[in-house]
């Protein structure tokens, strides 16, 4: 069974936006069951665990004689070892594994600049400038993608890995006011957020805040 790592107490309070989500996910998504080691920010330095992630991060994965780190390499090495993430059309296949990469290189760095602007820059004097333009980088891109998507439900064909990045990534918006601009992205994420592999694994995720928070 593989054991992947995420966090003892997540700073996200149980919402599901730490990059262990997208692992615990796919997982669930190909049925395989999954032990988690849970891990304090000080025991993500450790040498130990440095070993597994040269950047001490979470999450890792290890599963006999492997261990990987890297939320997208996770997936897709869970994605090829099971039928049900990636097509079996060699072209179909290729396709979705670009959007997994379009997940975490495209979507998710403008995505990551502007939520953590939002929590860790108000205070500065520069944020009131900075915003707009920070939301608009945003907004081009959720423009773009709607218009891919226009009225499909995945991006390319059957629910895949890279709609499971995707969804993950597009996530982090949930609190910030811009999915509510897009409909057509807010649907695609919530049609995510509804099959059965993403709420036991939303829970799962859940469960570890709710006991840090009662210990
Ligand atoms: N590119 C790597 C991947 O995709 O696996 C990035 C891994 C990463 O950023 N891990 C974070 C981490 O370990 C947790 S997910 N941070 C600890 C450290 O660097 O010391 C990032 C994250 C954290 C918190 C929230 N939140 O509170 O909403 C959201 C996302």
Same mark, same amino acid.
């Given at each position: 069974?593989?054991?992947?790592?995420?966090?003892?107490?997540?700073?996200?309070?149980?919402?599901?936006?730490?990059?262990?989500? *997208?692992?615990?996910?796919?997982?669930? #998504? /190909?049925?395989?069951?999954?032990?988690?080691?849970?891990?304090?920010?000080?025991? &993500?330095?450790?040498? $130990?665990? /440095?070993?597994?992630?040269?950047?001490?991060?979470?999450?890792?994965?290890?599963?006999?004689?492997?261990?990987?780190?890297? @939320?997208?390499?996770?997936?897709?090495?869970? $994605?090829?070892?099971?039928?049900?993430?990636?097509?079996?059309?060699?072209?179909?296949? @290729? *396709?979705a594994i670009?959007w997994m990469?379009?997940a /975490?290189?495209?979507?998710? !760095?403008?995505? /990551?600049?502007?939520? &953590?602007? &939002?929590?860790? #820059?108000?205070?500065?004097?520069?944020?009131?400038? *900075?915003?707009?333009?920070?939301?608009?980088?945003? *907004?081009?891109?959720?423009?773009?993608?709607?218009?891919?998507? @226009?009225?499909?439900?995945?991006l390319d064909?059957?629910?895949s890995a890279g709609d499971l990045m995707m969804?993950?990534?597009?996530?982090?918006?949930?609190?910030?006011?811009?999915?509510?601009?897009?409909?057509?992205?807010?649907?695609?994420?919530?049609?995510?957020?509804?099959? !059965?592999?993403?709420?036991?694994?939303?829970? $799962?995720?859940?469960?570890?805040?709710?006991?840090?928070?009662? @210990?």
């Open positions: 069974m593989p054991t992947i790592t995420a966090f003892e107490n997540s700073p996200d309070r149980g919402r599901g936006q730490a990059r262990d989500m *997208r692992v615990r996910w796919a997982l669930e #998504e /190909v049925g395989q069951p999954y032990s988690v080691r849970l891990l304090s920010f000080a025991a &993500m330095k450790v040498p $130990a665990h /440095v070993a597994l992630h040269p950047f001490g991060q979470i999450p890792t994965y290890e599963d006999g004689d492997l261990a990987l780190f890297e @939320s997208g390499a996770i997936v897709l090495h869970i $994605a090829e070892r099971h039928t049900r993430l990636l097509p079996g059309d060699a072209n179909a296949r @290729s *396709r670009a990469f379009a /975490v290189s495209t979507m998710e !760095p403008p995505i /990551v600049e502007f939520t &953590m602007a &939002m929590l860790f #820059e108000r205070d500065k004097g520069w944020y009131a400038d *900075r915003l707009p333009m920070l939301q608009e980088r945003v *907004r081009v891109r959720l423009g773009e993608l709607s218009r891919h998507l @226009s009225g499909a439900d995945w064909g059957a629910f969804v993950t990534v597009l996530r982090r918006l949930n609190t910030s006011g811009l999915l509510d601009e897009c409909p057509e992205i807010a649907a695609y994420v919530a049609r995510g957020e509804a099959r !059965p592999a993403f709420k036991r694994a939303f829970e $799962a995720q859940l469960a570890v805040f709710k006991a840090a928070s009662n @210990s």
